[in-house]
């Protein structure tokens, strides 16, 4: 796994990261852009009617015998010097630089040639200010300086004019790239749902056209990645079929000669090891048989499509044939009690299990001994049940019996320790569970129960008419 | 009896020509599934012996092509115990029997018996050891002497003739002897197999034996 992807990280975090510097980088050029159109503004007008004062008093200035004098009433000037907010002083300034009137503490203005302004800041009495200064006709220097209060007030306004919309701008954008990531991964949401939904054999494309185009590409990624897995699916099983053909032909075969082989004239010490040959194909054989069967029980994948309504009556029925030609082979008496009662399964591996558990007590069990099927409903709900009155199994072995290649220590029979391995699994695969009851000392009862049928079906006509009942009707 | 054996594996093929042929039978042996088609146009045989995973075309179409012809030939199928199991259980294919690989000789020569027994069954009296039953004159003789077989016993042991070797629910035998206006029990189908069962196994060689809770199997020793 690249470096880069081996920290988890967050959309959210990572979008996060990207817009908060972004849009920090907005609100301050944004404020510093506002600040200094603010200060020109409020400089500018501000500026212009400091000048006013400043040019009324150049006006009313005359130097005579008697000296420089304001020729100006107290209350002109002081209407001219009033302003609500910011103090207001003007200095006369003699064309040598001395102070002729007005206010003392403010600096000597800079060179002002005659009928030019100059506007420039400076300090009054530690405060800064703006001062107008002007040039009389007389050559007098006049200054006129006021505080900032105004003109602050006024840049604060335009800037808070001006910065508060950015300001919202950008906690706007960030609260919608929060939610937006959210809404935004929604649909991932919907996949999750869909595919936990799901059981491992289920491998349908998911629909992408319900999720948006910027999704699509990874639902068929996705898709194509099922499609590969349905793909080696279908190979695997293909294999196990032709698997089984190629394996159990040539045993056939080879059980078949050494049988024709068993029956010519031949010497006991010959005889005594191709019994032992013919013994080991027929094992072998069986093994076979029963690696495939749990080979495809565990590879029964996408039979979701291959689940129908099965009669447990019928899967017991249709075993009738076989077992009861191997149980009186074996002089055991098979007896059967069944009721019908459906459920939701694949039916060749109900055979299997049914064959299984059957191949299992028929083995175990001693000659003259009983085995019962039994099938139907209790307490509602479906169950398959084999019952011997053979040497029954072990309390301390009844966990480990349904392990593959288990078997019971000191037991004889040619069992590979497959069977009931086989019988688990089909079980697991139909959600049912497994029960072994020893009643007494002597006897197995290996219980098999099924989930019930949701839309009960039960013992439809069809159902209950057996294969047996077809070929009875087809040869009648 | 004429054979045809349709099995594709040589070894297998060859095993199953020499037991039918120590059997007495008159064997052809074909490895593929058209020449089994074009063989079985062109002669009649008793019994197909008819794998189902050949190299052209299967085992089932065969089959299918053989019943279509309505040609009553039994097969006996030969199959590998998987999804096939299925069709040949589930399906009626019109198979008459099958057989899982790998199965023992006896096993074959037994059902290969039974289904050509089924082939003699419509040929006049049938004679097994001291039993003959006589399908013409629908009575059966044991030791030479006549026993009298009602309807209801005449239509049991026909039924159990026409399917040897196979176990038959109480529910088909039921549904097998029911006349039209009338429900058969399941106790009353076990009065009439004792019955017949009271009558038949004194002359020995047939014996009904009941599978407990599910029906009967006629059987018959060799002679």
């Known amino acids: 796994m690249p470096s880069h992807l081996s920290r988890r990280r967050s959309i959210r975090r990572r979008l996060l990261l990207y817009l908060i510097p972004a849009l920090l980088l907005l609100v301050v050029s944004a404020a510093a852009l506002t600040y200094f159109v603010a200060l020109h503004v409020a400089t500018y007008a501000y500026d212009r009617s400091l000048l006013d004062p400043a040019l009324d008093i150049a006006a009313n200035v005359t130097t005579d015998a008697n000296g420089t004098r304001l020729t100006m009433q107290e209350q002109a000037q002081q209407a001219l010097l009033f302003d609500h907010e910011d103090t207001v002083i003007f200095q006369v300034r003699s064309p040598a630089g001395a102070i002729v009137i007005g206010d003392e503490d403010l600096d000597g ?312 391995a086989i019988v688990k699994e089909v079980v697991q695969r139909h959600r049912g569970t497994l029960r072994i009851e020893s009643p007494g000392d002597c006897g197995t009862r290996i219980v098999v129960r099924f989930p019930p049928v949701v839309a009960d079906t039960s013992t439809s006509p069809a159902a209950t008419t057996s294969v047996l009942g077809a070929h009875a009707g087809a040869s009648a | 009896m004429r054979i045809l054996v349709v099995e594709d594996d040589a070894l297998l093929a060859r095993g199953l020509t020499g037991v039918l042929i120590r059997a007495g039978h008159a064997v052809d042996c074909v490895e593929t599934g058209l020449q089994a088609d074009k063989a079985l146009r062109m002669a009649s045989y008793d019994l197909v012996v008819l794998d189902i995973g050949l190299p052209d075309i299967d085992g089932f179409e065969v089959l299918r092509r053989l019943r279509f012809r309505r040609a009553a030939t039994n097969v006996l199928v030969l199959t590998a115990r998987d999804a096939v199991q299925d069709r040949v259980h589930g399906l009626d294919l019109g198979a008459d029997d099958y057989l899982t690989k ?82 058969l029990t399941l106790n009353a189908i076990e009065v009439y197999v004792s019955r017949l069962r009271a009558k038949i196994e004194t002359a020995g060689g047939v014996r009904i034996r009941t599978v407990r809770g599910f029906g009967y199997l006629w059987e018959v020793a060799d002679a």
Not at chain 1, 154 to 177: E, M, S, V
Not at chain 1, 263 to 269: H, I, K, S
Not at chain 1, 303 to 311: E, H, K, T
Not at chain 1, 329 to 357: C, K, Y
Request: proline share 5%.
């Open chain 1, 109 to 420: 203005p800079p060179d002002v040639r005659p009928g030019e302004r100059v506007f420039f800041d400076g300090r009054y009495r530690g405060e800064p200010v703006r001062i107008a200064a002007v040039r009389s006709d007389t050559g007098l220097y006049v200054q006129v300086a006021e505080t900032l209060h105004k003109r602050n007030r006024l840049i604060w306004q335009i800037l808070a004019a001006g910065l508060l919309p950015t300001l919202l701008i950008a906690f706007a954008t960030l609260a919608l790239a929060w939610t937006g990531v959210a809404r935004g991964l929604a649909p991932l949401e919907w996949i999750r749902t869909q595919l936990l939904g799901r059981t491992a054999d289920d491998l349908r494309p998911l629909d992408e056209h319900v999720t948006p185009v910027e999704i699509a590409p990874a639902i068929q990624a996705l898709n194509r990645l099922f499609a590969q897995l349905r793909e080696s699916n279908e190979m695997q099983k293909r294999f196990l079929a032709n698997a089984a053909h190629q394996m159990r032909t040539p045993l056939a075969g080879l059980q078949l000669h050494l049988e024709v082989l068993l029956l010519r004239n031949l010497t006991p010490e010959v005889r005594a090891e191709i019994s032992d040959i013919h013994l080991a194909t027929v094992r072998a054989g069986h093994l076979a048989n029963q690696l495939l069967a749990l080979a495809k029980a565990e590879a029964s994948s996408d039979d979701s499509g291959r689940l129908a309504i099965v009669d447990l009556y019928a899967v017991a029925d249709r075993a009738v044939q076989e077992w009861v030609r191997r149980a009186i082979a074996r002089d055991i008496d098979l007896g059967f009690v069944l009721e019908h009662a459906s459920i939701a399964g694949d039916p060749i591996l109900l055979s299997e299990l049914l064959d299984n558990l059957l191949d299992n007590a028929l083995r175990y069990t001693p000659s003259g001994g009983s085995v019962t099927v039994r099938c139907g409903c209790a307490l509602g709900e479906p169950y398959m049940s084999i019952e011997d009155n053979g040497p029954g199994i072990p309390e301390a072995a009844h966990g480990k019996v349904f392990e593959r290649f288990y078997r019971l220590p000191g037991t004889s029979g040619s069992g590979a320790g497959l069977g009931l």
């Open chain 2, 102 to 183: 790998p199965f023992s000789v006896t096993e074959f020569e037994a059902r290969v018996r039974a289904l050509l027994r089924r082939t003699t069954l419509p040929m006049g009296a049938v004679s097994i050891g001291r039993l003959t039953i006589d399908l013409e004159a629908k009575r059966i003789r044991i030791n030479g002497t006549s026993t009298d077989l009602t309807v209801r016993e005449w239509a049991l042991l026909e039924l159990f003739m026409a399917r040897p070797g196979r176990v038959l629910s109480k529910e088909q035998i039921a549904q097998h002897l029911a006349e039209y206006d009338t429900q």
